[in-house]
Every structure is written in C-alpha cells, then in structure tokens.
C-alpha cells in the first residue's frame, strides 16, 4: 500500500539525467507502472578536483571526431550523456590544465575500442589498450576511468591523446575502425 520508497545510491551514477522507472507486479502476475520520472545527478568531485566534460572549451580536438549520444536504451551510458569519439589513427585530443594529475573517462569495450597514446608535455607516450569486456551497444555498459596519470608535479601541464590502430587480433568496429572515447577529465589540483 501506498505511500511507496525505496533506498537508491546515487553515487554509483554517472553525473547527467537518468530515468526512474517503477513497476508493481501483484501475486497473481498483475503489472502496472508509475509514471517515469527523470532525475540529474551531480556528484561533487573529489575536494581539490576539477571534472571537464568532452565539450569543454579547454579541450582541443585534431583529426576526425564525432559526438556519441546515449540515446540508445542498450548503451553506453555516458557522463552528461555524451562523449567524443575517434577511429582515426593519428587523431588527438590535447588538454592543457593546472594541477598534479588528470584522470581520463572514456570507454573500454570488446571488439570496437581500439588503442592510444598518452603523453604529457611533449615526453615518451605510454600506450593504452581500451579493450573491455562489454560490447559497446550492451545493456550496461558505462565510461570510466581509462587512466589515471601518475603524480605530477604541481603545474601547467599538457595532455595529449592519439588515436592508434588496433588490435589485428579482434575484429573492428561497426564504423570498420577501432574507436577511442573521450567522455570527461578530472584534473586533480
């Protein structure tokens, strides 16, 4: 009977607009559902960070990138509901920020992701494979943090990614590339 609740950590949500659905179902298979509601949810950072969304001014795309939209109701799920995405070897993406560390937020995915180089301020890249274990249009599957760069000295610094081939070992992706994600930074201060 009403009134109805239930208890819900929003913390293991991705920051953006989500949907509440609610079914009952009675003892006899009888359904019924309440009206959708949409909600946001806005995590506070970690004390002394700073999250950038893919479309913030600061970030500066070369080569070919397109916007991937959370549209589909299978995946992925994304923060803010967007992210960028590349599967062209050479393209970068570059992010010149203040602080003592960056954390990267994309996709790892089976089959479709492929991999990057990640370099600061002009040093040796290392290399990162984003093979996941989830097909990128699963129902579940949700960006992360794909690297964390290890302790910086506190200062300007300069990211940046670039798009490599894959893996000859799996097959490519639906767009016949392999795909690399950026759907956020948080830049530790």
Not at 80 to 109: D, K
Request: aromatic residues 8%.
């Amino acid at each position: 009977s009403a009134p109805f609740s239930a208890l819900f950590d929003t913390t293991q949500l991705l920051d953006g607009v989500h949907e509440l659905r609610a079914t009952a179902t009675d003892v006899t298979g009888n359904t019924g559902e309440a009206p959708r509601i949409n909600f946001t949810v806005n995590n506070s950072v970690q004390p002394g960070m700073i999250r950038l969304d893919d479309s913030a001014a600061p970030i500066t795309y070369t080569g070919t990138w397109r916007r991937s939209t959370a549209a589909s109701p299978t995946g992925p799920v994304f923060h803010w509901n967007s992210a960028m995405v590349s599967g062209t070897p050479g393209s970068t993406v570059s992010l010149t920020f203040e602080g003592t560390g960056i954390r990267w937020i994309g996709l790892p995915c089976e089959y479709e992701c492929g991999v990057a180089s990640i370099s600061f301020d002009g040093g040796e890249p290392v290399t990162r494979d984003l093979h996941g274990a989830m097909y990128v249009a699963e129902a579940g599957i949700r960006s992360q943090v794909v690297y964390s760069s290890p302790n910086l000295a506190w200062g300007t610094h300069t990211l940046t990614i670039t798009v490599l081939n894959g893996d000859s070992q799996r097959p490519m992706g639906l767009h016949g590339q392999y795909d690399v994600y950026v759907d956020a930074f948080e830049i530790l201060k």
